[in-house]
């Protein structure tokens, strides 16, 4: 089976609030392990409108990753904190805490 942009975002619109994921994570529950930048490739595809919770995604360090333009990692944050997500003074999210931990 073929792995698409709408399997990645049927895990992606899993996460709840107040939780995060890391692209490694949500490249192995989509059935593409070892392949995290596909995610991150999917993510930059997403419409903005997309009802997707993009923003719940960030690197295996618990940080925002860097975008190639200004902009949509200010958003992210702001869409984060918004959710009640901390980030430490090195902007890293406490991934022991915060990480989402499907039942599956």
Do not use: C
């Not at 698409?4 to 059935?31: C, F, K, M, N």
């Not at 997309?50 to 925002?64: E, T, Y």
């Amino acid at each position: 089976m073929k792995i698409g942009h709408s399997e990645i975002y049927d895990v992606i619109a899993r996460i709840p609030t107040r939780r995060v994921a890391t692209y490694g994570q949500i490249a192995e529950l989509a059935g593409i392990p070892g392949q995290p930048r596909r995610i991150g490739y999917a993510l930059s595809a997403l419409r903005g409108n997309s009802g997707v919770p993009w923003h719940r995604v960030v690197n295996a360090r618990g940080m925002i990753s860097p975008r190639s333009v200004t902009g949509p990692d200010k958003i992210q944050r702001q869409l984060l904190k918004r959710e009640g997500i901390v980030f430490d003074s090195k902007g890293r999210i406490d991934l022991t805490r915060l990480q989402w931990r499907p039942r599956e």
